[in-house]
Antibody
Framework: EVQLVESGGVVVQPGGSLRLSCAVS????????MHWVRQAPGKGLEWVSL????????YYADSVKGRFTISRDNTKNSLYLQMNSLRAEDTALYYC???????????????WGQGTLVTVSS | AIQMTQSPSSLSASVGDRVTITCRAS??????LGWYQQKPGKAPKLLIY???NLQSGVPSRFSGSGSGTDFTLTISSLQPEDFATYYC?????????FGGGTKVEIK
């Protein structure tokens, strides 16, 4: 059974930093690109970032570029999102999501975690 | 970034109704579009990929069409479990961008 479990979401002050983690199981992690997607309370979905299956390619939303860094540890079946210079508008439920295409970057997500809540507030 | 405009933002429909949701891209995106369903408190679920391909396990009452800038998600006969919010997502280029969502409510 495919499982994605996010963790690391807390209340943090504006300007602070946080690292989110996503632990995966049930599939060959290092064959698939992974994404982070977020959803502010009561709002729509926003794609945040992608990392390729081998970690050599990364992409970011304009809203987080230069502040967030995506990474992965294929030996630990884990995905990460380092979030720096946090702003109130980064408050959201953060989901990790698995690519559908092996060794590809189709942009379609077939499995999602349940999300971890990040609140940026003083 | 490519802007995705969904319409309507919400609709009311009855069980058995045919429902159509549209998504328009700010530039041509070939058929690089997916549709997701999200129920309250749950993660989104992939319904359609590459504009018209049904994801495995998704009921055949869901269908997608379109190419270029204009896309449609159709539910041929709305079922009680289909009341949810639907989002389109373009994967033509980065950054990937979602539409604003369409909430389908019970009439």
């Amino acid at each position: 059974e495919v499982q994605l479990v996010e963790s690391g979401g807390v209340v943090v002050q504006p300007g602070g930093s946080l690292r989110l983690s996503c632990a995966v199981s049930g599939f060959t992690f290092d064959d698939y690109a992974m994404h982070w997607v977020r959803q502010a309370p009561g709002k729509g979905l926003e794609w945040v970032s992608l990392i390729s299956w081998d970690g050599n390619g990364t992409y970011y939303a304009d809203s987080v570029k230069g502040r967030f860094t995506i990474s992965r540890d294929n030996t630990k079946n884990s995905l990460y999102l380092q979030m720096n210079s946090l702003r109130a508008e980064d408050t959201a439920l953060y989901y990790c999501a698995k690519e559908t295409t092996r060794f590809g970057e189709s942009g379609y997500f077939d499995y999602w975690g349940q999300g971890t809540l990040v609140t940026v507030s003083s | 970034a490519i802007q995705m405009t969904q319409s309507p933002s919400s609709l009311s429909a009855s069980v058995g109704d045919r429902v159509t949701i549209t998504c328009r891209a700010s530039q041509g995106i070939r058929n690089d579009l997916g549709w997701y369903q999200q129920k309250p408190g749950k993660a989104p679920k992939l319904l359609i990929y590459a504009a018209s391909n049904l994801q495995s396990g998704v009921p055949s009452r869901f269908s997608g069409s379109g190419s270029g800038t204009d896309f449609t998600l159709t539910i041929s006969s709305l079922q009680p479990e289909d009341f949810a919010t639907y989002y389109c997502l373009q994967d033509y280029n980065y950054p990937l961008t979602f539409g604003g969502g369409t909430k389908v409510e019970i009439k």
